[in-house]
């Protein structure tokens, strides 16, 4: 018998790479379903029992799970989602260390990847403006350096990602000596994102980086031209998407 639970244990851990594990149980609930449904996105939309982590009480354990990287991978992609979006407080903030946990994990198993990278970098910016200004500010550099190597692995990963997220922090973050700041960075990141995918939130994020710059003509124009543009993403993300819309057309109102 213990035979056999080797033998079926090593024959799951070979489908990893394929495909996550059956192991989970299943999660009768609608709530649970509906809440699945929301976060799901086009690069996770064959994970779905593993998203029941996130939409219920018993999350994985990163010091625990033994999952494989692409369930590391679809682990910190689940908590992130949830701590953007579905939670508050200090379960928020968990989220996001959980997050973070398991993007290292995933780093650590297959640093060739784009996804742990990418995943490392947005987990563990949130988690740091969660925190506070000191843990943004102590972990800037590597929040770069992840989505650096993101970068140099596949610069096209969700729409250009990691050049959209790079970018943002670039052109928001204080400038030498303090931090890592750089508008003309910040600049070129944003408008390479825009080049590889021109997307609706792309145009968005560089409409920001103008209307930063109180440059209002050419927020106006972009912001109009992301208008044109399909919503792609989840409502939730589409939500968050809005509001910055909004808050940029009242920045340029006049």
């Not at 682990?75 to 989220?95: Q, R, T, V």
């Not at 140099?152 to 204080?174: E, F, V």
């Not at 910040?186 to 825009?194: H, N, P, V, W």
């Amino acid at each position: 018998m213990r035979l056999i639970h080797l033998i079926a244990s090593f024959f799951l851990v070979f489908l990893a790479g394929q495909a996550l594990s059956d192991a989970l149980p299943e999660v009768d609930d609608p709530g649970v379903s509906a809440c699945v449904k929301a976060l799901l996105g086009d690069e996770i939309e064959r994970h779905e029992r593993d998203l029941t982590r996130i939409c219920h009480p018993g999350l994985a354990d990163p010091k625990t799970s033994r999952a494989p990287v692409v369930g590391a991978v679809v682990n910190a992609i689940a908590n992130y989602h949830a701590g953007m979006f579905l939670l508050e407080g200090e379960a928020k903030l968990d989220a996001f260390a959980r997050a973070k946990a398991f993007a290292a994990q995933a780093v650590k198993a297959k640093p060739d990847r784009v996804e742990p990278w990418f995943w490392l970098g947005a987990a563990t910016a949130c988690w740091a403006k969660e925190k506070g200004k000191f843990s943004q500010l102590s972990t800037i550099e590597a929040i770069r350096d992840a989505f650096g190597r993101a970068i140099a692995i596949d610069p096209s990963y969700l729409h250009a990602g990691a050049l959209r997220a790079r970018g943002k922090l670039y052109s928001q973050a204080p400038g030498w000596p303090l931090s890592v700041g750089d508008k003309a960075k910040g600049r070129k990141d944003l408008e390479d994102a825009l080049k590889l995918h021109e997307t609706r939130r792309n145009l968005i994020y560089l409409a920001e980086f103008f209307a930063d710059q109180d440059e209002c003509a050419t927020t106006k124009k972009l912001l109009a031209q992301a208008a044109a543009k399909p919503r792609i993403l989840s409502k939730y993300e589409e939500a968050h998407d809005d509001a910055l819309v909004k808050k940029l057309e009242t920045t340029c109102a006049s």
